[in-house]
């Protein structure tokens, strides 16, 4: 009897730990202590500098969203309804949830979802980073939370496009970009990439538009009746979840995978994103099935201030990518990784960003050596380290470091070369030294073994000891490891890619610059766009004025089309005041939003006084175009106040 007892109990035990296994999508933190007492079944949290919420106490689990898009106001209104769930014994903890400039009208909370009754809140002081935390008072058997609330015209995470913004110029647009901080904005939330939620959203728009969503449901018809239904099934971050409405149209690139865009943009889009379905193809055979159904992409108007944004089953992208001959698609590579590394695999914290874009960057150019072959990502590989290289020069320590110190800043101060390229050679690194089967195989094993969870880098570290150094003790040892997480710089075993190709064009351009060679004469006919970019980039940061004339004379640089060789080209005509450049230059400043090339154009400009000037007179112009984080860089740079 006293055994059977004790059996029952140590089911009930066991039953116990697996049901909180489960119930644990936000994922238990095994912090160190953790996992060196891996029975406890506590459930803890890392660290978050960057939210007020508390799902320590009181966790979301599913958000449900009710909006009127209203593009006369601009702003969405509505409501959120959250599914809650307590997380510790404190039956009177209150639900705290994040926020900013949100106009919360009333709350209310229900046990059952169907009779809710009034509660008291109150809104605490603004962060001008954090925003501002929303403390909701929870009656200890309540399980859902309605707020009622409209957001802000200058939302940081939403952009308001007039019709001339956009490429049909009749219907206005509008579009979420919630990473790394900006979901709060626009839904009072637990915004912290630890607390993952599931969602279901209804929204209403002009009769006109569609509205899209990072979910299941987006239309592939033409159909529009300004009411829009979406589901995402799978427990994701807040910074996840995304919106765009405009005049778009759906064209299938594969039987999974297709692309939404303005009408006058498709033909183009689904031309250059034609090798998407072969992407996810070679992607699943190396790293598993992809989990999410389906993968498209909007290619959304030149505002959008990023390259791409890995928004699950719906990849938002640039325009800039649309170069017409497919040699700008590594960032799709990019973005359809991040369906296993950051998505599936996420982040627990800002400072654990590393693991989402380093192994992003890592499988990006493994995609990329799949379906364009090893040149190709050598090349890419190679502009990846030298552009780290030039960056880590003008880094103070504390910025060089994987495992950055956020704490005061804007987690977007994280957003440097360091977490993609840094990460992915230090990938690369333990590939090159544990051989490809093995490494591939721990990936894969890594993905399955965390899938839909949040993680910080001490759960990685400890999972890669386990599961790849134990098991090569010859080969890596931790110290090793933790030189390239936690240290400064680039450590001396860092990978060197290496191109042929990239040699060649390095001949050709010391010759030129030696004087053996004319610029028209440099054999540029087979070059690539990488192949120009190392060209450009590798080239002396001081060339005089006929030489610069002479290049583009030869190569008609000042009107290329190809958004990262004009951005390179201009970058150096302001460097060597090349004026007749100066046109193109306000042209590309007043067309392009993407924060990657009108960042570094606008503090080259801001170098001189004169160049000063004329950033100024550029910006005034640009700025009611630019979406508000790109606003808020530019503003930095030029010194200007956010209400200018
Ligand atoms: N997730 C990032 C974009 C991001 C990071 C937005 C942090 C906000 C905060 C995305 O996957 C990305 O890395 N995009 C790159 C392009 C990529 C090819 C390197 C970009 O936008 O430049
Ligand atoms: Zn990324």
């Not at 030189?483 to 390095?506: C, H, M, R, T």
């Not at 080259?604 to 000063?612: F, I, Q, S």
Request: net charge positive; proline share 5%.
């Amino acid at each position: 009897m006293k055994t059977k007892l004790k059996n029952l109990m140590i089911l009930f035990s066991l039953a116990l730990i697996i049901v909180a296994g489960l119930a644990n999508t936000g994922n238990a933190q095994k912090t160190k202590q953790n996992n060196m007492r891996k029975s406890e079944t506590v459930r803890t949290f890392a660290e978050d500098v960057h939210s007020y919420s508390n799902p320590q106490a009181v966790k979301v689990r599913h958000v449900d969203l009710d909006w009127n898009v209203l593009f006369d106001k601009k702003v969405l209104q509505g409501t959120a309804t959250l599914s809650v769930e307590r997380t510790s014994n404190e039956q009177n903890a209150p639900l705290i949830l994040d926020t900013r400039d949100l106009n919360i009208e009333k709350i209310e909370t229900s046990n059952n979802n169907a009779k809710f009754t009034p509660t008291k809140f109150s809104v605490g002081a603004a962060d001008k980073i954090l925003g501002a935390p929303l403390t909701v008072e929870l009656p200890a058997n309540a399980k859902f939370v309605r707020i009622y609330y409209s957001t802000s015209p200058n939302a940081s995470g939403l952009q308001w496009l007039a019709p001339e913004q956009t490429a049909g110029k009749k219907t206005p647009f509008m579009f979420s970009q919630a990473q790394a901080i900006h979901a709060r904005s626009f839904i009072p939330l637990q915004d912290s990439p630890q607390v993952r939620v599931t969602y279901t959203a209804r929204v209403r728009t002009p009769k006109n538009l569609l509205a899209v969503m990072s979910a299941e449901g987006n239309s592939q018809t033409s159909a529009r009746n300004g009411d829009y239904k979406f589901k995402m099934p799978h427990a994701i971050p807040a910074y996840l979840i995304a919106i765009a409405v405009g005049d778009l149209q759906f064209r299938a690139l594969g039987k999974r995978t297709g692309v939404y865009t303005e009408p006058s943009m498709i033909e183009k889009s689904a031309f250059e994103l034609a090798d998407t379905e072969k992407m996810v193809v070679e992607t699943e055979k190396i790293y598993g099935a992809y989990r999410w159904g389906r993968y498209d992409l909007l290619v959304l108007p030149p505002s959008f201030p990023f390259g791409g944004m890995e928004n699950p089953m719906l990849t938002f992208a640039t325009p800039t990518i649309l170069a017409g001959d497919r040699s700008l698609v590594s960032l799709v590579a990019h973005e359809l990784a991040h369906s296993w590394s950051g998505n599936l695999v996420t982040n627990a914290t800002w400072r654990d960003f590393w693991l989402n874009e380093g192994f992003t960057t890592y499988l990006e150019r493994r995609i990329i050596e799949a379906v364009y072959g090893k040149p190709r990502r050598e090349m890419e590989a190679t502009l990846g380290r030298r552009s780290l290289e030039d960056e880590l020069k003008g880094f103070e320590a504390r910025d060089q470091i994987l495992h950055v110190e956020l704490k005061g800043r804007d987690p977007d101060d994280g957003f440097t070369g360091v977490p993609y390229e840094k990460g992915a050679l230090f990938l690369r690194h333990l590939e090159e030294t544990v051989g490809r089967e093995k490494f591939d195989k721990f990936v894969r094993g890594y993905f399955d073994a965390h899938a839909f969870q949040s993680i910080t880098t001490e759960t990685f570290v400890a999972y890669l000891q386990k599961n790849l150094l134990n098991q090569n003790p010859n080969l890596i040892a931790l110290t090793d490891v933790e030189e390239w997480i936690y240290k400064a710089g680039l450590p001396k075993n860092a990978p060197v890619p290496q191109s042929d190709a990239f040699a060649k064009v390095e001949a050709q351009s010391q010759n030129w610059l030696g004087g053996k060679l004319a610029a028209k004469d440099i054999k540029t006919q087979t070059w690539t766009t990488q192949e120009w970019l190392h060209f450009l980039t590798n080239l002396p940061q001081n060339l005089s004025a006929e030489k610069m004339a002479e290049l583009d004379k030869a190569f008609n640089l000042t009107t290329r089309g190809n958004s990262e060789i004009a951005f390179q080209w201009l970058l150096m005509s302001i460097k060597n005041n090349y004026t007749a450049a100066n046109p193109r230059l306000e042209e590309f400043l007043t067309s392009i939003g993407r924060r990657k090339f009108v960042k570094p154009l606008f503090e080259e400009l801001a170098k001189t006084p004169e160049g000063t000037k004329r950033a100024n007179a550029i910006y005034t112009k640009a700025r009611p175009g630019y979406h508000p984080i790109t606003v808020s860089s530019i503003d930095a740079i030029l010194k200007r106040q956010a209400n200018d």
